[in-house]
């Protein structure tokens, strides 16, 4: 009530219609953004079930941040704990991959460090990787999917996808 009392409505709307525009913008714009940093996974689920799936979880997942364009940092473990894990299995790993792929890209450029051997002992060595690469590891063809964003909808039936090949993806940003 005491929103309602501050809004001041523009045109012909009550004070209640104005608040519902700014409601539902809410909904439009966090959608969007996961549109923007998700684009694989719309491409997969196609316009139906990912709105359906951003509209479940921009209800469980307020928007924290001021930079709206952070929005959904952890979309991927919503999509791997959904329903729809049934049906798509890799949803929760794409999500992973385009999240990271995203941070990798937008990171600054990282100096790379020697290498350096202490333990003479191959089984005992450790290496501690710069901040800007990104390991990852699934049962399924995340990078063949992700490339599906640039595919048409139309023709990505025609994709030939073998599910049972592995992932072992290395990302990180070079300086060409």
């Known amino acids: 009530p005491e929103l309602l009392k501050s809004l001041i409505p523009g045109g012909k709307l009550t004070q209640e219609q104005a608040l519902k525009v ?9 959608t969007t ?11 997969v689920l196609g316009d ?13 997942n307020n928007s924290n941040s001021f930079d709206i364009g952070e ?31 995203l941070r990798i890209f937008h990171s600054p450029l990282q100096k790379s460090s020697p290498l350096v ?3 003479e002992d191959p089984n ?6 710069i901040e800007g690469i990104h390991l990852q590891k699934s049962p399924y063809p995340i990078f063949k999917l992700w490339e599906l964003k640039n595919t048409p909808s ?13 992932s072992y993806l290395v990302l990180y940003k070079n300086n060409l």
């Open 117 to 119: 051997f202490k333990e």
């Open 71 to 101: 929005y959904g940092e952890d979309f991927y473990i919503f999509l791997k704990n959904h329903k729809l894990g049934l049906e798509f299995p890799f949803l929760g790993d794409l999500a992973f991959f385009e999240k990271n792929f």
């Open 33 to 43: 953004v996961l549109g923007e940093n998700y684009e694989a996974v719309w491409a």
């Open 22 to 30: 700014y409601r539902n913008d809410y909904v439009a714009r966090l």
């Open 124 to 129: 005992n060595l450790r290496f501690k990787f």
């Open 48 to 60: 139906e079930l990912f709105f359906m799936v951003c509209e479940e979880f921009i209800k469980s």
């Open 154 to 166: 139309e023709k990505r039936d025609e994709v030939n996808i073998d599910w049972n090949e592995p």
